[in-house]
């Protein structure tokens, strides 16, 4: 039993099979038109037309699809350049927001009438009980245990252990970190501590201490470790206990400890 699509097939060749007869009658008698040619051609040119239409079909299928396949090749193309694009614009950024922060750099050194060395941000400590830093200077550039660690901000910290090729930094923020500071609009003295957070308190200020929140502190120097006059934080809260001799007093430090990059170390 034939199954639809042979019968469909041996109906094509058998058509096809008559059109090229007539065809060829019709070429050796150009003249001579039967009653049975002229019934013959009637069937076959609708045929032929349909032929010549699905070949014309087919074609542009064919054609199509070959320029789809190009288009598909150009947009990968396209594609790769953007990404290239996208990478050498991320490139071009970075080292732009580098040199803006180098020029700040640059600024506080020209401005501080200390030795200082440039040095970059190696690794963070991963743990949450200490906060401290890896600098890539150490002992070979003159970095030492017990010097300050500064940024275009303010203070960053000091060094606590040295290594000949790189330095470990104690955060200002860790809770074992203290410097003496003063109010710069009264010149009140207190010891500013971290606090294992973004933030520090402003330890042993007095109850009678003429303190503002926004006041600015600063670095008093007489700890030893950071020159007088560094910026270390502002003062964002303050509470008074009904008894206690001392306020207490919360800092915001002026550097942001979560994107530091590039330190300044102050030799002397």
């Not at 396209?78 to 990404?83: C, E, G, I, S, V």
Request: glycine residues 6%; aromatic residues 8%.
């Amino acid at each position: 039993m034939f199954s639809k699509k042979l019968a469909r097939i041996l109906c094509f060749v058998f058509l096809s099979l008559i059109n090229i007869l007539l065809l060829s009658v019709s070429a050796k008698h150009p003249h001579r038109y039967s009653v049975l040619d002229r019934v013959a051609m009637a069937g076959i040119v609708p045929f032929q037309e349909s032929v010549t239409s699905s070949l014309h079909f087919c074609r542009r299928i064919w054609d199509r699809y070959f320029q789809l396949v190009g288009v598909q090749e150009e947009c990968e193309q396209l594609k790769k350049m953007l990404a290239e694009a996208r990478m050498e614009r991320s490139r071009y950024l970075e080292s732009e927001m580098a040199a803006e922060r180098l020029r700040e750099l640059l600024e506080v050194k020209s401005q501080l009438p200390h030795r200082l060395v440039a040095a970059q941000v190696a690794a963070y400590d991963p743990s949450s009980w200490s906060q401290t830093i890896i600098i890539n200077k150490g002992k070979r550039d003159g970095v030492a245990r017990g010097m300050a660690v500064i940024d275009s901000e303010g203070i960053v910290g000091h060094v606590i252990k040295d290594f000949d090729w790189s330095a470990q930094v104690l955060l200002l923020i860790d809770q074992s970190s203290a410097l003496d500071a003063l109010v710069q609009r009264t010149r009140f003295r207190g010891i500013v501590e971290g606090e294992n957070t973004q933030s520090c308190s402003f330890e042993y200020v007095v109850r009678k201490a003429d303190i503002q929140i926004g006041d600015t502190l600063i670095s008093s120097g007489l700890d030893r470790v950071y020159p007088k006059g560094l910026r270390v934080g502002t003062i964002v809260s303050i509470s008074k206990p009904v008894s206690g001799l001392f306020q207490e007093v919360k800092v915001q430090p002026f550097v942001d400890f979560t994107k530091i990059e590039e330190v300044l170390v102050v030799l002397e």
